[in-house]
């Protein structure tokens, strides 16, 4: 008998108008879905689904504490996987879900390098919030030859500098409680003023402004988007 498939499903930033036709039809055909959560509620990546979600769906449910460090994570990894796995071992494809993309970011690449040996894994691509913040705040990414580069908030002041001056388009990401270092940096680099800010993007309660405006105590689902380069529509 032919194993069964394990999706990966990206489920997008949050407005359940930008899931995919391919995950929404997944998720809605599933008779297993997996997925992360907090100590308390149903996770994120299914809040979005929510309503594709049938009634009878046997759910796994990974709950992954909210802190820094690798455990337990990866025992939690460990113990989903093989729950995941006793399912495809039955027959019984599995739809796990994640914010955004499954391969950005995301906690679904645990998972897959647990299970990607030993039984067929397909990966659905979600819209990321880098993306979707670009759109909002009618921003570009980067053009013709630029480079662009991706940053976690947390890494330290000396790291973030070099990599931002090394690039001409610039995101960076789990803002949080760092977003007042970041705003002292930006503005030592002379940046502060072509810094743009969003928070909680595609959601009801989304936030856009420039950096000047953004505030200090700053959603962990946020972003800052800087374009150092020519402006695109300017410049042809």
Known sequence: MAKATLYGVGTGPGDPELVTRKAWRLIETASVIAYLAPDDGPGFA?????DAIGDDVCEVIMRVPMRTGRAPAQ???DEGAATIAAHLDAGRDVVMLCEGDPLFYGSFMY???RLRDQYPVEIVAGVTSITACAAI????????????VVLPAPLPDDALRSRIEMAQGVVIMKLGRHMPRLRALLA????AEQTLYVGH???????????VDAPDDAP?????????GDDPWITR
């Not at 705040?137 to 662009?148: C, G, I, K, S, Y």
């Not at 962990?220 to 150092?228: A, E, P, V």
């Open 137 to 148: 705040q009618l921003h570009p990414l980067v053009a013709r030859n630029d480079t662009l």
């Open 111 to 113: 998972v897959l390098a």
């Open 201 to 211: 993007a595609s959601l009801a309660n989304e936030a856009s402004c420039r950096l």
């Open 220 to 228: 962990y689902f946020s972003m800052l988007l800087i374009y150092k």
């Open 75 to 77: 025992t939690i990894y």
């Open 46 to 50: 299914r809040t979005i689904v929510a």
């Open 188 to 191: 030592s680099m002379g940046l």
